[in-house]
C-alpha cells in the first residue's frame, strides 16, 4: 500500500487537474489507514512550540528517497542496515543487536537527508525530522525540553528519526564558548542515544564532524561519511535525472559528467533543473541547456575550454558557431581553441 501510495505521489495520474490537492488525499487516506503505532503521527499529537504553538518536527509519511547514489562502501553499509531490519529476529535469538543509531557526515549536498528518505522508504516507516540548529537558535532555555520533547514522541512508534545539524547541540564538552544550557544538552543526548529502541532509526547528520563531541560520536552504532560524488556517481545521477527526457543526449550527458566534477548530489539536480526549465523556455533540447549552463562555468580561457570545445565539435557533432552561442564567445574564439585542442591531442599521440 505504502510503495503504490508512493508511486501515485511522485508521479500523478494523467488526468488530475489538481496534483497538489491529490497528493494531499493521497496522505491523508494514507494516515487514515495505517496501524495503531502509525497513527501516533497524524498531525494534532506533533509536539509544538510552548510559545509559538509552531511543530518542533517535519513529518513525511511517505519519504521517497528514490536516485541516491552513493560510493559503494556506504551503500554497503545501508544495505546492511536493511538486512538487519529484515532479519532482526535472527539476530535478537542470536544475541545481537540492530543497528540503531546512524551519524551521517559529508559536505553540503551530498545526500545526508536523501539518504534518511532512502532508508525510510525502504524501511516503509514514517520520517521525522528536526532541524537542530532552528530549536537552539530560538529559545535557547526551552531547548532541551522541546529536543526531548520531539525524541519522546519519535519513541512513540516506529519511524526514521533525521536529527539534522547535529554539530549545533553535541558540541565538544570543552568548548569554551558553549554555555551551560548546551552542555546539559549534549548531556541528554548522550543518554539517549545510548538507550534508543531498536524499533526506531535515528539518524543524526553533520557538515562538520570536527566539531562534534567525541562521547557522543562513539555513541553511535555506525558513523558513515558521504563524500561528493565521483565521475560514477555523477554519470549514474545524470542518468537518473536524464530518464524519461526522449531528446536526452547520451554524448552531451557524458560531457556534462566532466564538466560537473567537484558538484555534489544536490548542485547536479539544482543544475538539472535550471536546465530543464531553461529547455521549455527556449524550446531547446535539455542536454544541450545543461553542457551550456556548465560550461559557461569556465570562465578563463585555457585547455580546459580548447577540450571543451574539441568535444562539442566532435562528439556532439555541433558546428563552430552553435557552440559559440552556447558557451557565450565568438564562433573565431572556438575555431582558434578546437584547433589548439587538436594539437595538443596529435602531440600527445605522438608521445605514445
Known sequence: MRQLASRLIRSVPTGVSDAEAFRDAVHQAIAAGSDSTELRYVPGAIPTEADSAQPLVDIELIPDGAGLVLDDDVMSELQEVLAERRRADELR???????????????????????????????????????????????????????????????????????????????????DTDIGELKRIVNVILVELDRWPDASLLIAATNHPQLLDTAA???????????????????????????????????????????????????????????????????????DELVSQLARRIEDAGPQRDRLFLIMHDKLAMSNRQIATLVGVSHPTVAAGIKRAEGVQRGGSAKQ
Not at 162 to 169: H, K, P, R, Y
Not at 238 to 249: E, P, Q, R, T, V
Not at 274 to 280: D, E, K, T, V, Y
Open 217 to 287: 560520536e562513539r555513541r553511535f552504532d555506525r558513523s558513515l561519511a558521504l563524500s561528493l560524488p565521483g565521475d560514477e556517481e555523477r554519470r549514474t545521477i545524470l542518468n537518473h535525472l536524464s530518464a524519461g527526457f526522449d531528446n536526452a543526449d547520451p554524448d552531451a550527458l557524458a560531457l556534462a559528467t566532466e564538466l560537473t566534477a567537484g558538484m555534489s548530489s544536490s548542485d547536479l539536480t539544482r543544475a538539472w533543473a535550471l536546465a530543464h526549465r531553461r529547455s521549455i523556455l527556449n524550446a531547446s533540447v535539455v542536454t
Open 93 to 175: 535469538r542470536a544475541g545481537a543487536s540492530l543497528t540503531r543509531t546512524v551519524l551521517l557526515s559529508g559536505p553540503p549536498g551530498v545526500g545526508k537527508t536523501m539518504t534518511a528518505r532512502w532508508l525510510a522508504q525502504a524501511l516503509e516507516l514514517p520520517l521525522l525530522s528536526l532541524d537542530l540548529s532552528s530549536v537552539v537558535s530560538s529559545y535557547l532555555g526551552s531547548s532541551g525540553r522541546n529536543i526531548k520533547a520531539v525524541l519522546d514522541y519519535a519513541k512513540s512508534g516506529p519511524c526514521v528519526l533525521l536529527l539534522d545539524e547535529f554539530d549545533a547541540i553535541a558540541k565538544r564538552r570543552d568548548d
